[in-house]
């Protein structure tokens, strides 16, 4: 990622302002504050503005007319009773807004969780930034063999280096018939005068889905936490588990009771339906029980298997 | 409104606290910061935190990487922009969150708004206050003869003075019977050991709907000043005009320029239909226009009669 | 539930009108349309109007051009794994309708679930029925002594019959008083001439919560699942349940598949947190774990061996 | 468009099936459904199922208890002062789905409408089909010189074909490299047994934004109707407009006394700021109000008198 240098002064005159106020500050977070966490290879997060923290969600659970906190163990102990019993609202009562630069293919999973804000960077009315994702060679897996939604192993040889020359070559030619059919250069003027220059909403359309755009994405903690959950998860594309880890760090810092409260009832738990529940307490009671006598299919077993921690 | 002692001193503590941040801050808002503004005779509205100013709706619209404003009349000119053609998205990055006294009947209304984030005194855990609307005589209207959704003259002599002692009265008399039911004194403790006392969800019931309930709602601007706009408009209930016309303060001191936009372009306009807009032209053409030669029902001649400012 | 006869013929004409359509149609639930479901002492439930099956949902979850349903196994093993992991898009694609007349503080609860559509009966524009909610005695629990939200025994003798008279006098004379106040009789018609009458918009702030309202109100099969989740579960409010099963009958009328898959891994499944999930490995180990070896609070503790069927 | 074989036998065999219902029908829409409307060069709209009609409206309006419609013009005027008044919630009480084939640009700027239910055909599962969006020539304008998001004149000779040539040939290039990185055929048989071939959800990556995909998309009529609203527009991108002008025919059909209030009230209206209207009145008043005396700025004073159809 490359900031330009009048990015870079604008960044450090936000960081250098200093206000007072009455709200509910977080030091923690507040050290994050438009700092760039960098992503991929020209990706970024960075927190633009907070409100609320863990006090807030108590404040809110006790609807009080003050700050509302206890004992910090008994704040605590709330936090962790909410989380655990789904009692989502009091969560909604903190608010974070990022500013996010990722792969157009990576906004088009993001922007499917709805309850959110949005202000994406418009290629109707700008011109798109010359920066393309391309992976690491570590991350040029196979398609995976036993899941039509996953990756299998990594690529290697030719075959990786052929990959990985299309993908560059392909994105920066596009890029460049994309920039023909503008016919502006960087301050906007006109390159070519026997030209007009086609419309930017449809010269873009040129451009390949590893072109970062960037976005002002804001939510609230409950709907971030959920976003989190499946987005962190193993199961995500790396792709964009890269990003949701990159926030996990500042949620870490931001409302640190919540976020220990989720990671023990979202991010490591598991939902056990009533079948599996049945084939524990079977185990417990000292049966030796089957995928055969569990009445499991064997999807499902070796799925309960691994979360028991026993071999399939 | 009645705050307690201890109400009144978490209030005061909470004011006092001063931190400093990063973020943007509006200093007219602070100033309003854990105030009570009363609303009807034992309501209040008081902010409880917000986040991001006129800025952030720029910032937004702009995608910058820093605060995002330039001249002050060019940030103005956006805002108006933005506002004029409805494009709502930047007005989204800003977000307040209010603590609301309030009558049920107004909470019902109310909560129609489905895109904000409550969390509302339980009465299933919690005892509710003795505390009701009663309404200032100068608000007992008859209903309106001409809507069927609206007042009409102020009630006078004997039936304003009974309407006033019914309310009262059953008010009062069935929050004692809850009281009685519950069986249990300020501190929770039980008043008659010869009893049980009903469960709290149940004994709810039988108070009446002017009773006061309170939450935490907060919102997005975006979709505060849709609320703002159906809400602190005349054809409003009065008693839920009154907490809009509170929280308008609160916006134009927090958001002045979008509160101005939003004055001219939402508050005081008007939606002219194609047919309408049609008349007007035929008008300022010198035709002299009748309900008769206009094609439009009675109703809605009245209509555009009252929006020119002409007789109908 | 006393419906007019005026109501009655209504429904029944509803009921008689057959069309032709291309639509995916259910015969299971085509029987219950328009046929009211009795709740509580004079609520009900009825669908109205649907749209979708579990065809819908697999159709939309292959993204397919006609019907997208294969062998009744593949569709049931695809909604399942659906369900399982949690990808709720494809349940959205199915729509309900009810048309439903409740207590109004049962309404205050469901009205909390805010991705639905509803229009409520306008006590602002119409006058309120005579109904209201009072409980069969063996509903008239105690405030729990465990639990500051639920119930505990039932009351009895002369408490509970002092109870039910309250709640049946004051929800009378509160609507007494209420229709005393609108001056107008069943027709719409003044009563005494020589009053102005009061507006409906205030008058209807003196009746209790337990009075009968009704709302059309309709989401997506999504939403209505995770709506029932909660409010089906032995946690909630016993007079919201009850509609909450009622409801659940027509799922299972509606979409066989979805409700199964619905019942295995939402109702009758459990969420295990990281530390629960560590402890049933141990204990599946051989070891003999207590509460205290355990790491778990008593209360965590308690609910873990209430889940495994064991005596905590 | 071109449907494959398979496809045409899907669509045909799922409009020849006809079912009874009890529901409302509209014998115009059944005349539609799966039937597909072409779009642009490869795209479609088609509407797959839907759920009430303009009765459903008044219905919910009355919240009646049978179908709730009187005399159609008693309909038609409840269903025009709704909309006039924007009281939304009764046209949230009929929903829409369509099937949907869209290039990806145009899917980024659609998806921004976040009241609306998706499922897109996804390109981390399966293999996308190869289809690109290339607009006729008549389409090909240069950027607009005077509005920063618009189009201007169509280009024209060498500089148009060299577009259409570029366009064409980065998208089947990308393509063609997709395929090949990808490593398997139609019927997903590995093509060449020395490669591995590259994950589904990583090639995707080299495709170009005018690449088509496709959705199921349901939202209720009031969320469409906003849609339309906004897409349907002069200032919307050309190539989403076209798809809300087939959608329009689909509401006309489905619902013609909500379109037409629909067509008066929103299409064809425009609004009018206060300041606008004081100049509106002070010119009915007889007054020659120019720009410098209006107190709007020329970009408002060319708006307004375009609005009132006289020269600025």
């Given at each position: 990622m490359a900031l330009t240098d009048a990015q870079r002064a604008e960044l450090e005159q936000a960081r250098a302002a200093r206000s007072e106020t009455r709200r509910a500050t977080v030091p923690a977070l507040e050290a994050m504050l438009y700092q760039v966490m960098p992503v991929l290879d020209h990706g970024f997060v960075r927190v633009v503005d907070y409100m609320g923290d863990d006090g807030a969600v108590v404040q809110s659970a006790r609807v009080s007319?003050?700050?509302?906190?206890?004992a910090a163990n008994e704040d605590r102990g709330l936090i962790r009773y909410l989380m655990r019993h789904r009692h989502s609202t009091p969560f909604e009562m903190c608010e974070i807004k990022y500013h996010v630069k990722l792969p157009i293919f990576v906004a088009r999973q993001w922007i499917?969780?709805?309850?959110a804000n949005v202000n994406e960077y418009s290629a109707r009315y700008s011109v798109m930034d010359r920066e393309f994702y391309i992976p690491e060679p570590a991350q040029l897996a196979a398609q995976s063999s036993s899941n039509r939604q996953g990756r299998g192993d990594v690529l290697e040889g030719d075959e990786a280096a052929e990959v990985l020359r299309l993908l560059r070559d392909d994105a920066s030619r596009n890029y460049d018939h994309y920039a023909w059919m503008l016919?502006?250069?960087?301050?906007?003027?006109?390159?070519?005068?026997g030209r007009s220059g086609l419309a930017r909403e449809l010269a873009r359309?040129?451009?390949?889905?590893?072109t970062y755009t960037q976005w002002y994405w804001k939510t609230d903690l409950h709907n971030l936490l959920h976003f989190l959950s499946l987005r962190a998860d193993?199961?995500?594309q790396y792709e964009i588990r890269v990003y949701a880890e990159a926030m996990l760090e500042t949620v870490k810092a931001w409302v640190p009771l919540s976020y220990e409260a989720f990671a023990d009832y979202r991010m490591g738990a598991v939902m056990m339906s009533s079948q599996m529940l049945a084939i524990v307490r079977r185990m417990l009671g000292g049966e030796e029980v089957t995928q055969v006598t569990s009445g499991l299919s064997k999807r499902e077993w070796r799925e309960l298997m691994e979360v028991l921690g026993r071999p399939a």
């Open positions: 007319y003050g700050r509302g906190t206890k499917r969780h709805r309850t016919n502006e250069d960087d301050a906007g003027q006109v390159v070519d005068e359309m040129n451009l390949t889905l590893n193993s199961h995500a």
